[in-house]
Nanobody, 123 residues
Framework: QVQLVESGGGLVQAGGSLRLSCVAS????????MGWFRQAPGKERQFVAR????????YYADSVKGRFTISRDNAKNTVALQMNSLKPEDTAVYYC????????????????WGQGTQVTVSS
């Protein structure tokens, strides 16, 4: 089992940057595929980015490709989401997720979730 805690959210102007972090408990973090999702008010939670256990091939939603970067540090049990060129439509609660079976693009692909961190982008 793993517990996830996100941080780094906040209020930023359009065009600005934020770096989200997710710290995982436990000694088996390096075995988990990790993902970032987001949920805007009144909308479903949606995929943002994912990274496999070994930090290899990463995948992004089309809406964030070229602006966001996911990375992980298995020695520190952390996964990060660097967000650049932020837009008002990026406003949402951002969630970190983990799964032992490789993860994926959907909420049901991940077993463990953090509590989320709010990102607000003003125009």
């Amino acid at each position: 089992q793993v517990q996830l805690v996100e941080s780094g959210g906040g209020l930023v102007q359009a065009g600005g940057s934020l770096r989200l972090s997710c710290v995982a408990s436990g000694r088996t973090f390096s075995r988990y595929a990790m993902g970032w999702f987001r949920q805007a008010p009144g909308k479903e939670r949606q995929f943002v980015a994912r990274i496999p256990w070994n930090g290899g091939m990463t995948y992004y939603a089309d809406s964030v490709k070229g602006r966001f970067t996911i990375s992980r540090d298995n020695a520190k049990n952390t996964v990060a989401l660097q967000m650049n060129s932020l837009k008002p439509e990026d406003t949402a609660v951002y969630y970190c997720a983990a799964d032992l079976d490789g993860g994926g693009y959907y909420v049901h692909d991940y077993k463990y979730w953090g509590q989320g961190t709010q990102v607000t982008v003003s125009s």
